[in-house]
């Protein structure tokens, strides 16, 4: 299992990019922490989520 913004989902095997792909989140306002780490946005395609992982999603929001 894998802990995402504190639930824990069966998404181990699946990349950053492949998990994302099946969220609402809008990808040009988001950062993702794994383990303590930003993951690069470059690098999403390429990291695995591992079972065990604490992954932290976060949008950015405009205002004013």
């Known amino acids: 299992?894998?802990?995402i913004n504190g639930e824990s989902l069966d998404v181990q095997?699946?990349?950053v990019a492949e998990y994302?792909?099946?969220t609402n989140y809008d990808m040009k306002?988001?950062?993702?922490?794994r383990n303590g780490e930003?993951?690069?946005k470059a690098?999403?395609?390429e990291t695995v989520l591992m079972d065990g992982d604490s992954v932290e999603i976060v949008s950015?929001?405009?205002g004013g």
């Open 38 to 40: 930003i993951v690069p």
């Open 1 to 3: 299992m894998v802990k």
């Open 60 to 62: 950015f929001v405009g």
């Open 20 to 22: 994302l792909a099946s």
């Open 29 to 33: 306002r988001i950062a993702v922490e």
């Open 13 to 15: 095997g699946k990349t």
């Open 43 to 45: 690098r999403y395609a």
